[in-house]
Nanobody, 115 residues
Framework: QVQLVESGGGLVQAGGSLRLSCAAS????????INWYRQTPGAQRELVAG???????KYATSVKGRFTISRDNAKNTVYLEMNALKPEDTSMYYC?????????WGQGTPVTVSS
C-alpha cells in the first residue's frame, strides 16, 4: 500500500525558508512520479513542483526560481525547498504520487507565511 507522509510545514516570516519532506513507502515505480501540490480553502489544488519524464523538474510560474524539488532515492523521500517565501505561498501542501492506475495523496502539511 502506498503511503505518503509530509512534514516540515510551519509558520515563517515573509522572505524566509522552509523545507518540506515527503516520505514515501509502498512505491514500486520511480520517485519521479511524486509531485508537490498546494491548496487554499475555496481554491483548486494546484501543481507546485514535479519531475518531468526526461528527468528534469517543472514548477508553477509563481514559484519558479524560489522553490526547488529534489529526491533522495536511498531514503525514498522527495523534498521541496522553499525560499523567499511570500504571504501568497500560505497554503496546505500535499505530496502526490501519480501511480500507473491511480493517484495517491498524503495528509498535507500547512505552511503559513506572515507579512
Amino acid at each position: 500500500q502506498v503511503q505518503l507522509v509530509e512534514s516540515g510545514g510551519g509558520l515563517v516570516q515573509a522572505g524566509g525558508s522552509l523545507r518540506l519532506s515527503c516520505a514515501a513507502s509502498g512505491i514500486t515505480f520511480s520517485l519521479n512520479r511524486i509531485n508537490w501540490y498546494r491548496q487554499t480553502p475555496g481554491a483548486q489544488r494546484e501543481l507546485v513542483a514535479g519531475f518531468t519524464s526526461g528527468g528534469g523538474t517543472k514548477y508553477a510560474t509563481s514559484v519558479k526560481g524560489r522553490f526547488t524539488i529534489s529526491r533522495d532515492n536511498a531514503k525514498n523521500t522527495v523534498y521541496l525547498e522553499m525560499n523567499a517565501l511570500k504571504p501568497e505561498d500560505t497554503s496546505m501542501y500535499y505530496c502526490n504520487y501519480a501511480g500507473p492506475v491511480r493517484d495517491f495523496w498524503g495528509q498535507g502539511t500547512p505552511v503559513t507565511v506572515s507579512s
